[in-house]
């Protein structure tokens, strides 16, 4: 290393500690202690530091902060680092500090709380890479990008570069005249950004609301976020002005106009209303999902989430009409399930023209250019899923879309594809009986059957000989696995067991056709209703008892109350959104689902030091789901007394004493309340048809710090993606962990990285620790599926369950999805695989690998075969 760099006019000089103090004309004549194990940093530091204290974004550095001391304190065995102006004249005043100094005075602040950041070691990296003219904010932004760099190494630099990311954005949001959060409501207002009904809501109550910001700051509220959580609401949520392109609001603002924008009316009751919900935000106990968070208080209040489109009719209007209410559903920033089951397959008669249908494929490649076309308000591309049921005689060339070899014209790059599987299917995979695929125009009736009826009327056609085409039912299965291997698409989903439980199913002729982008919605559509549902998600994480210990207890109370505010405003999303079309805004007046979730299971699990796949786990995951059923049940009848039961609720299963935990075999924790809760809704019925639904909270869960919805983790070390760049992040209970047991070093961490974020080699950690944290890639996936059944009762949408697999093969596929549907499970998501290599970073695992063909010496394709479902390996 070069021991003397020049940056701007100010020396930076490395040396080694000595025994002797020298270069004292740059010693500063009042310093802050350096504590043992980091770089001393000197710098100037004279006069006051209570401003620059007051200036932190959380309580405990202003608290810690430390007073100037006289005289340096050099660190041990460490490199010094020496910051000063280049002539020996002293610096007596703060006004004539430089950049770097000012830079040393914020980092060392900041670092009062974290022992284990090292503020010269981030203070050093940003001097060198400074430009010429760099002013306080350019060195501010290389040094949170020189924290981030090193959360690899201790999750403190996340807490430093989050600290930094606050101070810029405060700083970028008085840049533009905002200093408080009317202030900012002011701004986005007169810009055209925030709705007129939020704007005047915000005036009347301007004082009350901004005393919550800045109690909620001086609680530090702000010091919840990690980097990269700060980082996503910096890059995609805040609000900007139009022309600069600098934020107007910061963290704690954006949240609260999130809130605002759910106020039920402009008194002041409705201000206690919004705090209640700003409360849970700013504490990150609870989120509402992107679209709300992207719009709400805006000029356009699209806050749902997901759409589900039925099929279009097998007619050419039918076909460009459902592609327009899918581009002005995406344009909002909504996702999109669309069935597809309705259209005639290739080869069928065309009675106008006496010709011969193309089938879907053509009808799905033009959806797939409007759906990439179509970005959600410029923020994320938009996003499709197609369901098929799996008698379309199309199925096969479906299976192809993704596929990226063949002739382009017949693939869809864009759309995400699911199967809508009958349990006929399944029983005649097990049975290995031949299976009949039909053209929708032949047996249009199927669409809109389930159970015993669509078995009756399937074999019906099958003996009229209006198959297309039969073939052996486990060939057919074999390639909807190879897809699934080839691809992650493809999703398997289950059409008797989603419309036998849902809450809308109870007449005739409601029927769920598909379920929507993520898997996790299961509601009824025709040609005049497009289902709706409005999603947030609890930070389970939030809520675990730190009295407990290891006894697996939460803090069930707060919980309840979190569901009660929660619940209250995802209805109040239903009256106050904006919907694109006319057939959303329909349904969801008519049946006011919503779809109340949970992020952070994993963290629960590793603060009770609860392997994933436990059965103290299994046993923790199903009270968690029934308890919040419980409450937001409660909640709904609430709502009901108060506002009179949804529209359709005389069309709903619990309108006839049905409960949904009532279809399942399931043991209540509870049973006193649930009987109480079963004569209030007897008395009042509920104001919502639907109420739980567990989505993926892939950006939420990031901006809350915690692990994505009911997901183990994927890796104990994975990269981050910024705009700034790549950044690995690693596991910070681990981290914890090792640090306790004296062994998180340069040798451990870099055993992680060549480990591709798996411990389970890792001798020297002792065997329950190693158990602890094991990958996604790790735990037996029949676990997961068990899991994933056990909290199906008190599920009455469902989840997003993704599986997990290295190196599939069709054996240990068809036995793990078998398995899934004997489990009773509705729905599952995305096949995650990657092959079973370290050189593969974990970090890097792709959806896309080929399907193994042939056994290897260690592989076990011929126990995880269709004749042996019970024997397969991942799923024990």
């Not at 963290?251 to 201000?271: I, K, N």
């Not at 327009?324 to 909002?332: E, G």
């Amino acid at each position: 290393m070069n021991p003397e760099l020049s940056r701007n006019g100010v020396l930076v000089r490395v040396r080694p500690p000595e025994p002797a103090l020298v270069e004292s004309e740059y010693l500063p004549t009042a310093r802050p202690a350096v504590r043992p194990g980091r770089h001393d940093v000197r710098a100037s530091w004279n006069g006051p530091v209570d401003a620059q204290r007051a200036a932190l974004p959380c309580p405990e550095a202003r608290a810690r902060a430390p007073a100037p001391l006289q005289g340096p304190v050099p660190s041990e065995g460490e490199p010094h680092v020496t910051i000063a102006p280049p002539d020996a004249a002293p610096v007596t005043t703060p006004e004539s500090d430089g950049p770097g100094t000012a830079l040393l005075r914020t980092l060392t602040e900041l670092t009062a709380d974290l022992p284990d950041a090292d503020p010269g070691r981030v203070a050093a990296a940003a001097l060198r890479g400074r430009s010429a003219h760099a002013d306080e904010a350019e060195l501010r932004e290389l040094a949170t990008e020189a924290a981030a760099g090193l959360i690899s190494e201790d999750p403190a630099y996340s807490r430093l570069a989050a600290r930094l990311l606050t101070l810029g954005l405060r700083a970028e949001a008085a840049s533009q005249g905002v200093r408080s959060f009317s202030g900012s409501v002011a701004t986005g207002h007169r810009e055209g950004l925030v709705a007129d009904r939020t704007a005047a809501f915000v005036s009347r109550h301007a004082a009350r609301l901004d005393a919550l910001v800045d109690a909620a700051v001086a609680e530090g509220a702000d010091d919840r976020f990690g980097y990269f959580g700060l980082r996503t609401l910096h890059s995609r949520y805040l609000l900007r002005h139009p022309h600069t392109r600098r934020v107007i609001e910061t963290p704690q603002h954006f949240l609260l106009r999130v809130a605002a924008g759910l106020a039920e009316d402009q008194t002041s009751a409705a201000v206690d209303d919004v705090a209640a919900l700003y409360g849970l935000m700013s504490r990150l106990e609870y989120l509402p999902s992107s679209p709300t968070l992207f719009n709400s208080g805006t000029r356009h209040p699209q806050m749902s989430s997901c759409y589900l489109l039925d099929s279009p009719k097998d007619e050419l209007d039918s076909l460009y009409e459902r592609y327009l209410q899918v581009a002005r559903l995406s344009k909002h920033a909504g996702g999109i399930g669309l069935a597809y089951s309705r259209v005639r397959s290739r080869g069928a008669l065309i009675r106008g023209t006496n010709g011969h249908s193309n089938g879907i494929v053509p009808f799905l490649k033009t959806l797939d250019a409007s759906v990439a076309a179509v970005n959600q308000g410029g923020r994320r591309k938009g996003a499709a899923a197609v369901y098929l049921e799996t008698w379309h005689a199309d199925l096969e060339e479906f299976l192809e879309l993704r596929d990226n070899t063949g002739e382009d014209a017949r693939r869809t790059h864009n759309l995400n594809l699911a199967h809508w599987i009958p349990d006929e299917f399944m029983r005649r995979v097990d049975a290995d009986a031949p299976w009949s695929l039909f053209s929708p125009s032949d047996v249009p009736e199927l669409v809109d059957l389930w159970g015993a009826e669509f078995d009756a009327a399937y074999r019906a056609a099958e003996e009229k000989g209006l198959a297309r085409r039969t073939l052996p039912a486990r060939e057919l299965y074999g390639r909807m696995m190879r897809t699934l291997a080839q691809t992650g698409n493809g999703w398997m989903t289950f059409k008797d067991a989603a419309n036998r439980t849902a809450n809308q199913t109870a007449e005739p002729g409601h029927v769920v056709h598909s379920s929507n982008l993520c898997t996790e919605i299961l509601e009824v559509t025709d040609d005049g209703e497009t289902a709706v549902c409005n999603l947030g998600s609890v930070n389970l994480g939030a809520f675990v008892d730190p009295e407990a210990g290891e006894a697996g207890e939460l803090d069930w109370e707060r919980l309840d109350a979190t569901v009660r505010t929660a619940v209250t405003f995802l209805d109040r999303v239903v009256d106050v959104n904006f919907y694109p079309t006319e057939q959303a805004a329909r349904s969801n007046a008519r049946w006011r689902p919503v779809g109340l979730g949970v992020m952070g299971l994993q963290d629960v699990f590793f603060r009770l030091r609860l392997p994933f796949d436990s059965p103290a786990a299994r046993a923790l995951s199903t009270r968690i789901a029934e308890r919040i059923m419980l409450a937001a049940y409660e909640v709904s009848a609430g709502l009901a007394e108060r506002h009179g039961p949804l529209p359709a609720w005389e069309k709903t299963r619990t309108a006839r004493g049905v409960l949904h935990p009532d279809h399942y075999d399931a043991d209540l924790t509870w049973p006193e309340r649930w009987a109480a809760l079963r004569e209030r809704v007897a008395a009042t019925g509920l104001r919502n048809s639907l109420l739980l639904a567990i989505a993926p909270t892939a950006t939420i869960a990031s901006i809350a710090g915690v692990y994505e919805c009911i997901e183990p983790q994927v890796s104990n070390l994975f990269k981050r993606e910024t705009l700034s760049g790549e950044f690995l992040q690693v596991n910070s209970y681990l981290v914890e962990d090792l640090k306790r047991l004296g062994v998180w070093d340069a040798r451990t961490r870099e055993a992680l990285r060549e480990a591709s974020g798996s411990v389970q080699d890792f001798s020297w950690i002792p065997a329950d620790v190693r158990a602890l944290y094991r990958t996604a890639w790790e735990i037996p996936q029949r676990g997961l599926i068990d899991m994933a059944a056990a909290r199906t009762p008190f599920l009455d949408q469902s989840q997003s369950l993704n599986l997990f697999m290295e190196t599939p093969t069709i054996g240990k596929l068809s036995s793990m999805y078998a398995y899934a549907w004997r489990s009773g499970l509705k729905t599952t998501y995305y096949l995650r695989s990657r092959p079973a290599t370290r050189i593969a970073r974990a970090a890097q695992a792709q959806a896309t690998v080929p399907v193994q063909q042939t056994a290897g010496p260690d592989s076990d394709a011929v126990a995880c075969s269709l004749e042996n479902p019970e024997s397969c390996e991942a799923c024990q």
